[in-house]
């Protein structure tokens, strides 16, 4: 019957005895953080044998049954929009998507509206709750003015699962980036710890105090003398880090204002190309591929985004004004 919360039963085995309420609880309930399970507890959510469960470190005995009565998810006060996306992939679980650039990944002061998670709202409607709440789980985000792929969870277990992935580094992210000069080597590796910046907050710097440590790998793409198109992955995945680290080595994003590109645009002499890599108006950096194992069912899923129109226009122009007897220096991944 909708709107009836269902009930769980288990029984307390005696390998079980002693266990504390919460742990019992999280053995059983993969779908189920522990601070949630821990959160149902104190709301009463919670019997054992037929009395109210007192605290999330009661201890069980051999025969106990405990009973968990999940609520239903309660609705986020956000207006779900009919905003295009672009998913690659869907089932039950999650989804894949190829985020555009300018489009905010969560609602946040100043964007309560018009974000990739309105449009997740109006566009699944299999949502089963994310912490109790309905609403789409997003384990990783990408700045607005980044494109590329992104993977969101539908269910609880789902998040749990792509989350433990992403805090063990055990999720493949391969960026593509435009970048102002031509590095000397073919690849590369920048081993720089990532933090607020000292002076100005909003930015992140490899000069922090407490900055922790970030590695990102690169390797050339294409050259095109004046810029180059790097293939990036990082190791770590520290807020800006691939912006902050390439600024740091000298071959600044372009179209990147906030860590340096801008200056890098003046230096040059060919009016030409000068104008077109300043009409970059984002970062030139895309995600472009994705791997990870499916929390559920556990295949390998990898996905590709090509490069999004702006970036692959770019890349014409440089090709063919640059040097039009170019060639891929190495394959795209």
Not at 71 to 96: G, K, M
Not at 148 to 177: I, R
Not at 278 to 287: F, Y
Request: charged share 25%; glycine share 8%.
């Amino acid at each position: 019957m909708k709107g009836v919360a269902p009930l769980r039963e288990y029984r307390v085995t005696a390998t079980e005895s002693g266990l504390r309420l919460d742990l019992f609880l999280a053995s059983h309930e993969s779908g189920f953080s522990r601070a949630r399970l821990q959160r149902l507890i104190e709301s009463g959510r919670v019997t054992i044998s037929g009395k109210a469960a007192i605290r999330a470190s009661q201890k069980l005995r051999t025969g106990d049954i405990v009973m968990l009565e999940e609520p239903p998810a309660t609705p986020l006060e956000l207006i779900p929009q009919d905003i295009p996306l672009s998913i690659l992939y869907e089932d039950h679980d999650l989804l894949v998507l190829d985020k555009p650039a300018g489009l905010v990944v969560h609602p946040a002061a100043g964007h309560v509206s018009g974000t990739l998670v309105n449009a997740l709202l109006f566009h699944c409607r299999d949502l089963s709750g994310i912490g109790g709440v309905m609403r789409p789980g997003i384990v990783h985000r990408l700045d607005k003015d980044t494109s590329g792929l992104l993977v969101v969870a539908k269910t609880d277990a789902a998040h749990q699962g792509l989350a433990l992935q992403f805090k063990k580094h055990q999720v493949g992210k391969t960026y593509q980036a435009l970048v102002y000069g031509d590095p000397r080597e073919k690849t590369g590796q920048i081993d720089l710890p990532v933090g607020r910046h000292p002076v100005e907050r909003k930015k992140m710097s490899t000069k922090s105090r407490r900055g922790k440590e970030a590695a990102t790998r690169w390797r050339i793409a294409e050259r095109f003398g004046v810029a180059t198109l790097l293939n990036v992955d990082i190791v770590t995945g520290r807020t800006h880090q691939i912006r902050v680290h390439l600024a740091a080595i000298g071959h600044p994003v372009v179209g990147d204002a906030v860590y340096g590109s801008s200056k890098r645009a003046t230096t040059l002499t060919d009016p030409a190309v000068k104008g077109r890599l300043k009409e970059m108006s984002r970062q030139a950096l895309h995600a472009a591929r994705l791997s990870f194992t499916h929390p559920v069912t556990h295949k390998i899923l990898e996905f590709h985004a090509p490069l999004p129109a702006d970036m692959e226009d770019l890349c014409a122009f440089l090709r063919k004004h640059c040097c039009p007897d170019s060639q891929l220096v190495l394959q795209a991944f």
